[in-house]
């Protein structure tokens, strides 16, 4: 299907170029033979590149998640309930084990995030903080300045988070029911989001319901300069007491459009990782999407 696809748009273009090539010059048989070999693998070459453009859309689930049956290279195991009658494969970079950061390369496709953008924007909020003891919305002030909406998987009619919340669970191992609704968010230029833990700590918080294991953030747009992901205490750099959690420092990652980043808040005993501490360095110029997914450990009603 793709195939044709590539393949069609390749002739056209070979026939819009040059219109009067076909009319003037009179092909023999082994011509024609080695132009359409050349077509066919010009057509194969192609698809290699574009295979990605679609897939956006919102059905069929498997090839949605890029799943693939390799059936020669792998024998799969019949699934059980709730599995998966196909093999994942979805590419990744470990960024650093302290903290678990990982990086997944055009984890959406860019109409995936435009999709997500367009039902985002109209509903934008400036974005709040969780308070911790002592802290008002007043104080609080300028340490998150960036505007967001909570949006569910099941509140998009084009399915689209639906298939993005499916890819998410395959890459934590985490089932879908622990992540809490998306929250989509807009960083204008100087907008920031100071360092910060994604996890609750009950000394600071007081007792939680649950708490956030992961969190996976999906950049919906490039950003031209600033707008980093930063993790500062990076295998124990700036640890000395020093930091400012202004300061936009350490390890840090360059959002680009329908790249994902996922970071562990906890270790592997449940304690919460001091170096899971990241934020968002301000946009210096154009402007910042991301939908964020928090991953917590007890079940989500929404
Ligand atoms: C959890 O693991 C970390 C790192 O290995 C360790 O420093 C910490 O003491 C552990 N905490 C508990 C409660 O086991």
């Known amino acids: 299907m793709w195939y044709s696809t590539v393949y069609g748009r390749e002739a056209m273009r070979g026939k819009s170029v040059k219109p009067h090539w076909t009319l003037k010059t009179k092909l023999g048989l082994p011509s ?104 008002t919305v007043e ?48 960083y204008e230029v100087g907008q920031r989001y100071n360092s910060h833990y994604d996890a609750f700590n009950p000394a600071e918080y007081g007792p939680q319901k649950s708490q956030r294991v992961a969190s996976f953030l999906l950049y919906l747009s490039d950003v031209q300069e600033g707008g980093e992901t930063m993790f500062p205490f990076e295998n124990g750099f700036n640890m000395d007491g020093s930091y400012d959690f202004k300061e936009c420092t350490g390890l840090k990652v360059k959002p680009r459009k329908g790249d994902g980043l996922l970071f562990y808040s906890l270790l592997p005993n449940g304690t919460i990782d001091v170096t899971s501490i990241h934020g968002s360095c301000p946009v210096i110029k154009g402007k910042k999407w991301v939908a964020t997914k928090w991953i917590r450990d007890q079940e989500q009603d929404d």
């Open 32 to 135: 024609v033979f080695l132009l359409c070999a050349f077509f066919f693998l010009a057509g194969l070459f192609a698809s290699t590149f574009v295979v990605q453009d679609v897939y956006g859309g919102g059905r069929g689930r498997a090839r949605l998640l890029e799943s693939t049956n390799y059936e020669n290279e792998y024998e799969l195991l019949p699934n059980g309930e709730t599995g998966d009658d196909s093999i994942t494969t979805i590419p990744f970079q470990v960024l650093s084990w302290n903290p678990r950061a990982l990086y997944f390369p055009n984890f959406a496709t860019a109409e995936q995030c435009d999709s997500i953008i367009s039902i985002a924007e109209p509903r934008l909020r400036p974005s709040t903080l969780a308070l911790r003891k002592g802290e």
């Open 139 to 186: 104080n609080t002030k300028g340490i998150r300045t960036s505007s967001g909406v909570f949006i569910s998987a099941s509140e998009d009619k084009t399915g689209i988070l639906d298939v993005i919340e499916e890819k998410i669970a395959r890459v934590t191992m985490l089932p879908r029911m622990h992540g809490e609704a998306f929250n989509v968010l807009r």
